[in-house]
């Protein structure tokens, strides 16, 4: 159900970008970097907190009148002034997007953000899916080519990533 | 058992060939101990990032090094750090008594003769810190540094990968005493 998703680095600068429906990528990268400042509110609070498996695990940022945002990645989309009003309200019509939310030892997050309309995407699948983007980072992470802060460009994780989207429309 | 052995024997390869190339004079002599520990950097950064993956977030700095102390060492060398202290303003320093990558050198004082030629010149332990600014050290110099801290880079760019990769920007010296034991500094830098 993942409609988009992204990778963000410590730096709040995203490495990895993806999302489906290509004419609305902007709102996506927006809606995700809305979502950054959720995260940094959910990672500051959580310090306080017991240490606990499921910190990593960040869950639903927050709901909006129109989209429902996981934080794990950030999306950065261009928007034209003109026809963003109409694709916001196309979507708002047709749409309600959840975000999800996950951040990693290292700082790393990830944003997944799904259609809703498929109400039978439950807490376990996301986790899962979760549970496989920190496999795939890992194993981008120990590259020896990689250097920590490039973009991603592993043909690996990308395949990862588009069977996520596909399983999900 | 056997998967010990093979990256001994590969880290002892790999400074024997950096040894050799600063003898054929392509690159300034403080560079070398910097190449290992940034290597050692690299792999760091990507074997936490292995190992913290079904870990708790970690909740503060201490409880940081205490995993590099416990987990990351168990998994890297198959045992603890054996003695942690610190002064609680930023300096660690983790004791390892039977450091693995050492073990196979003569333990004694054989490779530690060679130490007190450079001792004088610095006035105290020899760290290596010291040989990270380049040119501090003349090529007869390098060449009669006590071996042990040869090896002890390559563990100390482990280190500061790793603490690195988990938001924790540092320095981290080695100096060895007695072979095999060996003590890693660590002084935590604030932003």
């Not at chain 1, 004419?23 to 996506?28: P, R, V």
């Not at chain 1, 970097?33 to 306080?48: N, R, Y």
């Amino acid at each position: 159900m993942a409609v988009c998703i992204a990778v963000i680095a410590k730096e709040n600068y995203p490495l990895y970008i993806r999302s489906v429906p290509v004419q609305n990528e902007l709102k996506f990268h927006y809606t995700v970097h809305t979502s950054l400042d959720v995260v940094e509110e959910k990672i500051s609070a959580v310090g306080k907190a017991m240490a606990d498996q499921r910190e990593l695990y960040l869950g639903l940022l927050y709901p909006t009148e129109d989209y429902k945002v996981y934080p794990s990645h950030m999306i950065i989309v261009y928007y034209t002034p003109v026809c963003m009003f109409f694709i916001l309200i196309e979507n708002i019509l047709l749409y309600r997007h959840t975000r999800y939310g996950y951040v990693t030892n290292s700082k790393v997050k990830f944003v997944i953000v799904a259609d809703s309309s498929n109400t039978s995407l439950r807490d376990n699948e996301i986790r899962s899916m979760f549970r496989k983007l920190h496999n795939s980072f890992t194993d981008v992470m120990c590259n020896p080519f990689y250097n920590p802060g490039d973009t991603i460009q592993s043909k690996a994780f990308d395949s990862m990533v588009s069977a996520m989207m596909v399983q999900a429309s | 058992m056997a998967d010990e052995a093979l990256f001994q024997f590969l880290h002892n390869e790999v400074i024997q060939y950096i040894y050799k190339s600063s003898e054929h004079g392509e690159m300034e002599n403080g560079r070398c101990i910097t190449k290992l520990e940034n290597m050692g950097f690299r792999v760091g950064q990507g074997l936490i990032e292995r190992f913290t993956k079904d870990t708790a977030r970690f909740k503060d700095e201490l409880d940081v090094m205490k995993f590099i102390c416990k987990d990351f060492w168990t998994c890297v060398f198959k045992k603890q750090i054996d003695n942690l202290r610190t002064n609680h303003q930023g300096i660690y320093v983790l004791q390892d008594n039977k450091f693995r990558l050492l073990t196979q050198l003569s333990a004694g004082k054989q490779y530690l003769e060679h130490a007190p030629k450079v001792r004088k010149r610095n006035g105290g332990k020899l760290t290596c810190q010291a040989l990270f600014i380049p040119g501090q050290l003349s090529p007869h110099e390098w060449f009669s540094l006590p071996l042990s801290l040869q090896y002890l880079a390559f563990t100390c760019g482990l280190v500061r990968g790793g603490l690195s990769n988990l938001g924790v920007k540092s320095i981290v010296t080695a100096e060895v005493s007695v072979m095999p034991a060996c003590k890693f500094q660590v002084m935590i830098q604030k932003m």
